[in-house]
């Protein structure tokens, strides 16, 4: 669900100056910003870190707000771009579950702080006008993963007694979580980690039980008659 409303532009809010620069100090300031939490972060600290005067900033953003919000709508921005592909093609309800849980660990690989900036400040933030597309988000979230469950269980392709809430509160946080230890560039790529970690939630993580060796034998010797 793109987040529709873009920053305000003023006269310290330029997105048309440097793109490469502003992408880079965003890129930063969410790295800040995940790391002290938004009430500790202050436009010197990100400064500090970028090597530059806190009064440069302002000549690519108003405020320390106009940076967060732009952090946190790209990254939904992008979010459901994939979501809605995902959504759009019509698979079937297994498909669609395991496609959602690639685009999640697709957009923690490009976008790990401003995830951990949502998971630690989105309860406080949406009390702001400012942020309430995130508010917005979540619903549209839930409702999504919700009706691809139900679909799921529906089509006999999930268990029939699945509590769709309790397990979409599971997937929801077991994914999500992921943003505090994954790190970009590690011997295991989104898609590799998507794919155990379905094997672990569809397929469970017990190793089937080893058949008894009397049974073995008995089947070999039915093999050979």
Wanted: proline share 5%; aromatic share 10%; net charge neutral.
């Amino acid at each position: 669900m793109p987040t529709k409303k873009k920053p305000p532009t003023t006269a310290g809010d330029k997105p048309s100056a440097a793109p490469a620069r502003r992408r880079e100090l965003l890129d930063r300031a969410a790295t800040v910003f995940a790391d002290l939490g938004y009430n500790a972060t202050t436009v010197r600290r990100i400064a500090d870190d970028v090597g530059m005067l806190a009064g440069s900033l302002y000549y690519y953003f108003e405020s320390k707000d106009a940076m967060l919000e732009e952090i946190l709508r790209t990254f939904l921005d992008e979010l459901w771009e994939g979501y809605d592909a995902v959504l759009d093609a019509e698979l079937r309800p297994r498909e669609t579950f395991e496609a959602l849980v690639v685009e999640s660990f697709r957009a923690i690989d490009r976008h790990r702080a401003a995830v951990a900036i949502y998971q630690n400040e989105a309860k406080k933030l949406v009390a702001q006008d400012r942020f309430l597309f995130l508010a917005a988000s979540q619903r549209k979230f839930e409702k999504a993963w919700l009706a691809t469950l139900e679909r799921g269980v529906a089509a006999e392709e999930f268990r029939a007694d699945l509590d769709t809430r309790l397990t979409y509160r599971f997937v929801r946080d077991t994914v999500w979580v992921a943003a505090s230890w994954y790190r970009p560039g590690g011997p295991l790529g989104p898609e590799e980690i998507a794919r155990q970690y379905l094997s672990m939630v569809l397929d469970g993580i017990a190793a089937a039980p080893a058949e008894p060796a009397s049974t073995r034998a008995h089947s070999h010797a039915v093999n050979h008659l």
